[in-house]
């Protein structure tokens, strides 16, 4: 099975990309060691940053892609149905596994409105405050979102619900929300354009979900996780293993 990973630094999530990429550089290797391809949709700079860690790669450097999912869905229009995407912060302990009888596979289900997710929390009390009753499927009580870190659609019908969904949700969030919130640059609005919407869409067509986290081994190093200490106490070990330098910061 081959992976394919991504990262544009033109979408500026972060300040420090070889803080970023040096995380790509440690789940590529150990993803091949396990036996997977590698592919990489990527900026001319990721491209040469990584290179020599994936076997295949599509330079997006002339693409426009402002919000961080952007990249992510964009893969999933010009790749076959099957294809299966993944997160450079994923660390595999065993060879990743999929159901392809099911109709997605996703990394795994969060709660949307639970205490500790006090981001998504934050970023959905702002589209709480407008009737989204045209965007199709969009249920304000829906309570899970599905983590993408992992993403792949069984078939052109079911990838059709999810990927024209996200790009009409996008579009009206961009004329409508964003122009007077001006959340983009600080809130986590690609999860709830991305993961949020895409549970409402899932609930409401019926669609069998394959989650990743729960027949598979590895670790995902979301967000903040990246900067944690317990973290690079089991992150130095394997970076040393591999023979590869990282930083410690995103400073």
């Known amino acids: ?22 995380f790509y550089k440690l789940s590529m290797v150990i993803a091949k060691e396990k036996g997977h391809g590698i592919k990489f949709y990527g900026c001319s700079y990721s491209i040469n940053y990584l290179k020599g860690f994936y076997d295949d790669f599509v330079d997006v450097s002339d693409k426009n ?13 010009v790749e076959p149905c099957n294809s299966v995407t993944i997160d450079g ?9 999929i159901n392809y009888d099911l109709d997605i596979s996703i990394e ?10 006090r981001g998504i929390k934050k970023t959905l009390a702002y589209f709480d405050r407008y009737d989204l009753s045209d965007v199709k499927y969009y249920s304000p009580t829906n309570d899970k979102i599905l983590n993408v870190g992992i993403l792949r ?18 579009e009206y969030y961009l004329k409508n929300i964003e122009p007077k919130e001006d959340l983009m640059r600080r809130e986590r609005v690609c ?10 869409i899932a609930v ?11 027949t598979n081994s590895y670790k995902h190093y979301m967000g903040p996780q990246k900067l944690k200490d317990y973290s690079w106490t089991e992150l130095d070990q394997m970076f040393k293993k591999y023979g590869l330098n990282h930083r410690k910061s995103l400073q």
């Open 204 to 214: 409401n067509n019926n669609i069998s979900i394959d989650a990743c986290n729960h």
């Open 65 to 77: 892609f402002i919000l961080t999912d952007d990249l992510k869905i964009y893969i999933h229009t």
């Open 153 to 170: 659609f069984r078939n052109e019908e079911i990838k059709k619900h999810f990927i024209d969904g996200y790009y009409s949700f996008r």
């Open 108 to 117: 795994k289900f969060e709660p949307s409105r639970h205490p500790k997710s």
């Open 191 to 200: 999860v709830i354009l991305c993961q949020f919407y895409f549970h409402c």
């Open 1 to 22: 099975m081959t992976l394919i990973f991504s990262y544009s630094t033109l979408i500026g999530d972060y300040v420090n990309n070889n803080f970023i990429l040096d």
């Open 89 to 97: 912060d994923i660390i595999l302990y065993d060879k990743l596994t």
